[in-house]
């Protein structure tokens, strides 16, 4: 048996994700983060082994033929995965927190029933098209494509655990750890 728990974070993009998760790691050095392959490529400040792994549709269809993902999901004109070796070696130091939209996060909880699935949802529609648009880095085209998966997010978000809207990072970041707290410790 692995030491750690499972925690899935999910919501819609530009909802506050890494912002909120930034500030549950700072509180938490204990919790660590499984990093994903994806095939997008990287916004400014983002760190190839840190946010994700950055490789080409190449390599992400070499990973899935030698069967090296948990779970992974084509949308928004790219893959994303779960690299399943880095995520058991973190799971066997501590807990472990996956940023994964919808549809993995059902097929983790498939395979690992005990995980706690986490929604955050934005305080309006209208504050989540404000915040993707004022991070600067995506799109108009990619704007639309989020914009529409969010509406199909949003709906998803009755089959979770716990729904916790994120007005303020850091009241939203509280309601996460002590989710954590209750699980894990
Ligand atoms: P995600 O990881 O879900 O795509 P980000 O963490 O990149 O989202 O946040 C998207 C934008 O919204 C960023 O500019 C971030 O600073 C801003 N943001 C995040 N949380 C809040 C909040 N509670 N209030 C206002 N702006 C926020
Ligand atoms: P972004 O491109 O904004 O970083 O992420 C887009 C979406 O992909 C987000 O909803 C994020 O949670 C999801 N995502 C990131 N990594 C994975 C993964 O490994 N698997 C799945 N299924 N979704 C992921």
Known sequence: MSKGKLFI?????????STVLSCVMAQRSDL?????????????????????????????????????????DAHMDNYYGTPE???????????????????????????????TLIFIAPPSMEELQRRLIGRGDTTPEQVK?????????MEQSAKYDYV?????????A???????AEKAD
Do not use: H
Request: negative net charge.
């Open 32 to 72: 660590r983060f499984s990093v994903s392959a994806t095939t997008r490529a990287p916004r400014p400040g983002e760190v190839d082994g840190q946010s994700y792994y950055f490789v080409t549709k190449e390599t992400f269809l070499d990973m899935i033929a030698r069967d090296e993902f948990v779970e992974y």
């Open 85 to 115: 070796g880095q995520l058991n070696e973190k799971l066997e130091t501590g807990s472990v927190i996956l940023d994964i939209e919808p549809n993995g996060a059902f097929l983790v909880r498939q395979r690992r029933p005990d995980a």
């Open 174 to 180: 509280d309601k996460i750890l002590k989710i954590i």
């Open 9 to 17: 974070i999910s919501g819609a993009s530009g909802v506050g994700k």
């Open 145 to 153: 494509l989020r914009q529409e998966r969010a509406r199909w997010e």
């Open 164 to 172: 916790v809207v994120n007005d303020q990072v850091e009241a939203c």
